[in-house]
């Protein structure tokens, strides 16, 4: 059985029970080295996720008879590595019903909570390894990205600053740790800033008017 448990947004206490029950019935145990550091108890076996994908699939499917775990960030079908596990296997029906997915509280579901914001009609993205269509997607009234060190908070107000409009972005910094931060400024105000070194963020960009 391959289930991929979502580990919230990082501190322990964001862990469902059920993800932590999965990992103790746990014999593998798959994920980033910051995941698996989080486990130190861990008596199985361990295996250190890295981007060799095909690789990890290849894997899976030479050990249908175990019980594996891998270790997802926030929610494992939030642009995170459940989709690329549930796509490949719903194509091999007999190992398709050995996949489950315990859901996680994603980074995006904690900063909306944090800061009061109703996740009613807000549009959900990320820019980890793509380029977003900004003419698309800054249409939206309300907007939640997940980013990376490539686009980030203030490619995002550049972007925001260049089509003219007027937008508050909110920018959660490593959610849920000790060193959380939460900051609410205007498009402006992050362009002014310059190019800062930010810890690992949420953006939710909201309309002015």
Same mark, same amino acid.
């Given at each position: 059985m391959i289930t991929v448990v979502g580990m919230g947004p990082g501190?322990?206490?964001?862990?469902?029970?059920?993800?932590?029950a999965a990992i103790r019935q746990a014999?593998?145990?798959?994920?980033? @080295?910051?995941?698996?550091a989080a486990f130190p108890d861990f008596r199985g076996e361990t295996r250190c996720l890295n981007a060799d994908m095909d690789g990890l699939m290849r894997w899976l499917e030479q050990n249908p008879h175990r019980q594996i775990v891998v270790l997802a960030s926030g929610d494992p079908?939030? !642009?995170?590595?459940? +989709?690329?596990?549930?796509?490949?296997?719903?194509?091999?029906?007999? +190992?398709?019903? *050995?996949?489950r997915i315990i859901s996680g509280i994603s980074s995006v579901q904690y900063?909306?909570?944090?800061?009061?914001?109703d996740m009613n009609d807000i549009y959900l993205t990320s820019?980890?390894?793509r380029k977003p269509d900004?003419?698309?997607?800054?249409?939206?009234?309300?907007?939640?990205? =997940?980013?990376?060190? =490539?686009?980030?908070? !203030?490619?995002?107000?550049?972007?925001?600053?260049?089509?003219? @409009?007027?937008?508050?972005?909110?920018?959660?910094? *490593?959610?849920s740790q000790e060193n959380e931060q939460i900051v609410c400024l205007s498009a402006e105000q992050v362009v002014q800033r310059g190019d800062?070194? !930010?810890?690992? *963020? =949420? =953006?939710?960009?909201l309309n002015e008017r």
């Open positions: 501190a322990a206490a964001h862990q469902t029970r059920a993800a932590l014999e593998v145990l798959v994920g980033g @080295q910051r995941h698996l079908l939030f !642009y995170g590595i459940g +989709k690329r596990i549930s796509e490949h296997f719903v194509g091999l029906p007999a +190992k398709g019903q *050995n996949v900063l909306c909570a944090r800061i009061l914001l820019s980890h390894g900004f003419d698309w997607l800054l249409q939206h009234e309300k907007i939640a990205m =997940v980013t990376d060190n =490539v686009i980030g908070p !203030y490619q995002i107000a550049q972007e925001i600053r260049l089509r003219g @409009q007027q937008r508050r972005m909110v920018i959660g910094e *490593n959610l800062m070194d !930010y810890g690992l *963020n =949420v =953006v939710v960009i």
